[in-house]
């Protein structure tokens, strides 16, 4: 099956008792039993549900996994993933994380004894100093938030081949549409599926997506074991927003692109951040390793003003100035002072998040409308 049909039909199957087309809303806790210990293969919505096996399974399908998990978020998913590991075990991480899985790393999991280390992967070759015997995990995002700097996925995985070290990739930005991270030898893939997967701006989620099925089975106990599932309902407004996946990441792509390319342009604008871009430092990794570069952009101002960003952000009218992104609807967000202003000032110049950086998730409205929306702002 091509991508365009498994996001539709990908795992997907009639529900049986009924006909029914669509998988109903399995809202129930519990499942009646024959005789004790005799069932239909459902026993307790914490372990299985229905509705949440459906997403599981198209999960499965459209990253080219063995087995599908959703969460009820994304960093609880990611929450899983750690509880594989043991005390005195390390990860190398990407340094420029979405602030969220930088703060589990650091504040909750390092005072159960793991060691995190944060560096650019920029040169994969110099990974290879920094790897242990008590290395376990590396843990990659790409492209990344809000700078989209990009890791070269094959390299990684590549690099620790037949060393017992897991690579997971948090495919959040890019979306199964655009990079398949199990393809190019990674373990796991993670989304936070309250972005591009849901798509809508109106769900919580969060999915893994193992390769092989016996990391999905210790996956899977340690979420049946934790408890952090994602509910029936959720389950089908995230398996819905999959189904028109394929369609929206080709409209936020073509968007996007179009509006990096109005921004190069543009006199009042310093520097574009998208992988698209010729001018993108790493643009051959791009369409390596990505079918199209997606709906994220980010722009610096030549008068490398906060005031500038503050004012141009205020006056948009089509983007919503709000955090978040990955929905139908353009939003724009001022990093400094929103998703990253928990990141140290010191820190946040280090990695090149400056005070006139605005980033910008660009929706699948008609571009024109875009593009006016943002002159007039501009202006
Ligand atoms: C939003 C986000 C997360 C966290 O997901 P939640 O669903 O908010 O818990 C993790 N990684 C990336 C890249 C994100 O954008």
Known sequence: ???????????????????????????????????????????????????????????ASIENGARGLAFGSGLAAIDCVLKLLNPGDEVIAVDDLYGGTYRMFVRLFEKYQLKFTFVNFDDVSKIADLITDKTKLIWLETPTNPLMKLVDIKAVTDLVKGKDILVAVDNTFASPYIQRPLDLGADIVMHSATKYLGGHSDVIAGALIAKDAELGEKLHFIQFASGGILGPHDSY??????????????????????IAKYLENHPAVE??????????????????????????????????????????????????LAESLGGVESLANHPALMTHASIPAEKRAELGI??????????????????ADLERAFA
Not at 28 to 48: L, N, V, W
């Open 271 to 320: 520097k574009v951040f998208y992988p698209g871009l010729k001018s993108h430092p790493q643009h051959d990794l791009a369409l390596k390793q990505m079918k199209e570069s997606g709906g994220m952009v980010s722009f610096t101002f030549k008068s490398g003003k906060k005031e500038d960003a503050i004012k141009f952000l205020e006056k948009l009218k089509v983007f919503t």
């Open 354 to 371: 400056t005070d006139d950086l605005v980033r910008l998730s660009v929706g699948i409205e008609d571009k024109d409308d875009l593009i």
């Open 237 to 258: 407004l995230v398996l819905r927003g999959i189904k028109t996946l394929a369609l929206r990441m080709q409209r936020h792509s073509d968007n996007g692109l179009e």
């Open 1 to 59: 099956m091509n991508f365009n049909t498994k996001v539709i039909h990908g795992g997907q199957h009639h529900e049986s008792a009924t006909g029914s087309v669509n998988v109903p809303v399995f809202l129930t806790s519990t499942f009646a039993q024959k005789s004790p210990g005799i069932h239909s293969g459902y026993e307790y919505s914490r372990a299985a549900n229905p509705t949440r096996q459906a997403l599981e399974d198209s999960l």
